[in-house]
T-cell receptor, first 111, second 110 residues
Framework: KAGVTQTPRYLIKTRGQQVTLSCSPI?????VSWYQQTPGQGLQFLFE???????NKGNFPGRFSGRQFSNSRSEMNVSTLELGDSALYLC??????????FGPGTRLTVL | GNSVTQMEGPVTLSEEAFLTINCTYT??????LFWYVQYPGEGLQLLLK?????DKGSNKGFEATYRKETTSFHLEKGSVQVSDSAVYFC?????????FGAGTTVTVRA
């Protein structure tokens, strides 16, 4: 089975721009979660979707949003980028247990 | 909510040394417990898990036992290799998300 895929792998944006990241879960997995990883803050939870419904959201400003499509693929969007948004964004999928499987991440650099 | 506290590094070892990374948890009930590993430039990989008390998870020579008496899930490996150099995270589920420890950076020298 193919693993979790994330596109693009690397992105460079400038302050004020917006960005969309994509995640394709493992086939059959209906839950998709997003995390932000930075050296200073570690791994922080952004949001989780199951069957197109957001079930939980982390403590991030409204500039961070996400959605899930009927095929379980998910996107997250960050508007009005700030320097502090530079991070590795990780997507994870799970079947119906607590076990999450992670993708390789998207490295976002904001200049 | 559920949370984990993980021994922070960095930890530097010589090849074939014994590795242990401490992890303790606070939880309602007995949730599954996980260890994830992150190699340089990569995402997180599930290393092992335990789903109930007294379970032992194992993979690639690593082991961890779910101990409810001490609320711990320490990671151990008897003989590390250079290829084990990575960041290790302890985690547990918490309301549709995983709560992670701060991560322990392990460097193994040849």
């Amino acid at each position: 089975k193919a693993g979790v895929t994330q596109t693009p792998r690397y992105l460079i944006k400038t302050r004020g721009q917006q960005v969309t990241l994509s995640c394709s879960p493992i086939s059959g997995h209906r839950s998709v979660s997003w995390y932000q990883q930075t050296p200073g803050q570690g791994l922080q939870f952004l949001f989780e979707y199951f069957s197109e419904t957001q079930r939980n959201k982390g403590n991030f400003p409204g500039r961070f949003s996400g959605r899930q499509f009927s095929n379980s693929r998910s996107e997250m969007n960050v508007s009005t980028l700030e320097l502090g948004d530079s991070a590795l964004y990780l997507c994870a999928s799970s079947l119906h247990t607590d076990t999450q499987y992670f993708g390789p991440g998207t490295r976002l650099t904001v200049l | 909510g559920n949370s984990v506290t993980q021994m922070e590094g960095p930890v530097t070892l010589s090849e074939e040394a014994f590795l242990t990374i401490n992890c303790t948890y606070t939880a309602t009930g007995y949730p599954s417990l996980f260890w994830y590993v992150q190699y340089p430039g990569e995402g997180l990989q599930l290393l092992l898990k335990a789903t109930k008390a007294d379970d032992k998870g194992s993979n690639k020579g690593f082991e961890a036992t779910y101990r409810k008496e001490t609320t711990s899930f320490h990671l151990e490996k008897g003989s590390v290799q250079v290829s084990d150099s990575a960041v290790y995270f302890c985690a547990l589920p918490n309301d549709y998300k995983l709560s992670f420890g701060a991560g322990t950076t392990v460097t193994v020298r040849a």
